[in-house]
């Protein structure tokens, strides 16, 4: 049926737990039209939170991924997981910042890119709802995407630890990445108003970069941003990767600056899609409050855990998100299949619960090391 703000409704999921509005054990969202246990998205909220600090991404890619298992209609749980990016995203980039992990200068030049391509991404997802398969379409881009970024990762670490000449963290794409640092694209200088000739070509200190053109990160700002609008991932868990692996920026400096740059995507997105009332502000609210605690634990783990163990445990967490997006599409098809789409939503959050249990265990052990060796140091 038709509800406002979503002209076609999402096929029925057989989650566990789902009950008509009213019912004690769920919680009935008048935007969305759809009745969820508060209790999930709390979860939910907690683990996007952790995973958004430690990770450097907005979280869309559980948030939305999530939101779909649980039965919430595929454009609001964009407009939704783009709202909730957005204020976890300003919390833990503070964190980040103050940790000195934020280049500001990358993060800037990518935003003259990433604005037109979450607009464009907007109409595009209008025109798919218009034609009744805005669900479909979401869930195999997003099958594809994770599918493609988490093998690719496990990949490159697997790849790194059967070098034993590699350097200590390095990235498979190291040579790659230096020459895209090195390529020159034209025009070489550009004429500004009051300011005259000015290069193309910055100098990024903080990402460890000497000189790069400034339409790399341009072109790589718009590719995000359409596909954070498309999908209403935040775009992170496609930058966080393209920075480290194609620009050669820093582990932890990657996770600061998609951060950063995640604010304004999850800023403007949440925008347009609540001009077309596609978002719902009380699930929004709920997860928000529950990601601001998990927010703590993920951003102080990265001053711990190695970047090698973070990128590992990226790649793992990203693929456990393509299988249960994959294992709710195939539910779809057949009433026989039902039972599809409550395994999704188990392996979703068994796969987020025990990323924040790691990491959180990965802390508390270097801590620890750390206290023994301080009364040695002294």
Known sequence: YSGPGCSVR????SVPGRKLP?????????????TVNPALLLLLGVMVGTLSGFFGVG???LITGGLLVFGVPPVFAVGTGLALIMGSSIINTLKHRHLGNVDLRLGLIMLVGTIPGVFFAEQLNSTLEEAGIIGPVIRYVYIVFLAVLGGFIIYDHLKQRRNPVAAAGEISTASLARRVQGMRIPPHAIWLP????????????????????????????????FFAGLLGAGGGFLLMPVLIFGMGVPTTVAIGTDLFQIIVTGSWGTFVYALSHNVDPLMAIIMLGA?????????????FV?????????????????????????????DSLDFLSTLASVILLSVAGAMCLIVAGMMIRAKRERKELAPADD
């Open 10 to 13: 999402w096929p029925p999921f």
């Open 291 to 303: 990601a601001s605690i998990g927010s703590q634990l993920g951003t102080a783990a990265t001053r």
């Open 306 to 334: 190695e970047p090698a163990r973070i990128r590992i445990l990226y790649g793992v967490t990203i693929m456990g998100g393509c299988i249960s997006v994959a294992l709710d599409q195939v539910s779809t098809y057949s």
């Open 59 to 61: 979280g869309g890619f």
């Open 194 to 225: 009051g300011l005259g000739r000015v290069p193309t070509y910055v100098a990024l200190p903080v990402s460890g970069i000497d000189q790069l053109s400034v339409f790399i990160p341009v072109i790589v700002g718009f590719s995000v941003g």
């Open 22 to 34: 009213g019912t004690p054990t769920n919680m009935w969202f008048p935007n969305a039209e759809v």
